[in-house]
């Protein structure tokens, strides 16, 4: 089929192949690159937001608190609460379009409010964190019956004293506390103790769209140069090669009629200007043989003539 084809065709069949398979070999590539680029992006984003829930819970604990813990014996208040305010501000961030499909949760094994109990997969990272003290984050994949969640995930530990105060023992708490969440859970802490673990998480959808859509943007790029550059390289190609060998065919062709007064006009010094060059001096030696076999025969006809 290749045979029957232009040289301007071949060429730009050529480039398509290799566009074609170019792009499907990068796309793999640039598919597996992207997404870890969107991960990498959006664990940023949650890392920024979990050292923001920490320090909101350490103004709770060295400010608010000692400021109201004497009315906690007249009436709980949830406001002193670290892990409250987190979770409050949290949900005013929520309400925002570019936090609307975070979530967050600080999940133990022992906490007072049982909204916040870790489950069975929390509970793992939560024991992980307990065991290797040298390791701040974990990230990944998970699966829930709603489909599949992008989370990241660091200790949360006791560094305040006044922390002990509600959750050492249910003696040392206060009663209004004990009234609204009982004296079960959320007791046996200790200072220092990894007793949480900061939860943030999103669809993972929405990290996979992410890298489709950088996808999508940079094979619409590159798609976008490589058809310029196929239509460069046909524009030069029919310029420089396919016109010049056009005329050099016209020019042999009346010559190999008998037209001798044509000529190869060598407009380059590439190739094709070679050619052409080559082609003069075939014409020349075309016309010195001529000549010669033209005197040859005069010469002949004279001689006959005077015999």
């Known amino acids: 089929m290749l045979?029957?084809?232009?040289?301007k065709q071949k060429f730009t069949i050529l480039l398509l192949v290799i566009l074609v398979v170019g792009l499907s070999l990068s796309g793999l590539v640039l598919s597996a690159l992207l997404r870890q680029n969107a991960t990498n992006e959006i664990a940023s984003r949650a890392l920024t937001l979990i050292d923001t829930m920490t320090s909101l819970r350490e103004y709770t604990l060295t400010q608010i608190y000692p400021e109201l813990s004497f009315k906690l014996e007249e009436k709980f208040l949830p406001q002193v609460v670290s892990a409250y305010s987190a979770r409050q501000?949290?949900?005013?961030?929520?309400?925002?379009?570019e936090y609307r499909d975070l979530f967050y949760k600080e999940a133990a094994i022992n906490p007072t409010n049982l909204r916040d109990k870790a489950d069975s997969?929390?509970?793992?990272?939560?024991?992980r964190f307990r065991k290797e003290k040298d390791l701040k984050q974990v990230n990944g994949f998970r699966s829930l019956p709603g489909g599949e969640i992008f989370y990241i995930a660091r200790p949360l530990t006791i560094s305040q004293e006044s922390c002990l105060q509600c959750h050492s023992t249910p003696e040392a708490a206060p009663k209004t506390m004990i009234e609204r969440f009982g004296a079960v859970n959320g007791f046996g802490w200790h200072l220092n103790e990894i007793v949480a673990a900061q939860f943030v998480s999103l669809p993972a959808s929405k990290v996979i769209e992410k890298a489709y859509q950088s996808s999508l943007l940079i094979v619409g790029l590159v798609s976008t140069v490589f058809i310029a550059v196929i239509f460069?390289?046909?524009?030069?190609?029919?310029?420089?090669v396919i016109l010049p060998l056009k005329r050099?065919?016209?020019v042999a062709e009346e010559v190999s009629t008998g037209h001798m007064e044509v000529d190869f006009e060598q407009i380059s010094n590439d190739e094709i200007g070679n050619l052409a060059k080559a082609f003069k001096r075939m014409k020349l030696s075309l016309e010195m043989a001529m000549k010669r076999i033209r005197?040859?025969?005069?010469?002949?006809?004279?001689g006959s003539a005077g015999y």
């Open 3 to 7: 045979k029957n084809l232009k040289l």
């Open 295 to 302: 005197r040859t025969q005069g010469g002949n006809t004279g």
């Open 89 to 97: 501000v949290f949900e005013i961030l929520r309400k925002k379009p």
């Open 232 to 240: 460069l390289v046909n524009v030069f190609l029919n310029r420089q």
């Open 121 to 127: 997969f929390e509970a793992q990272v939560l024991e």
């Open 248 to 250: 050099i065919t016209r």
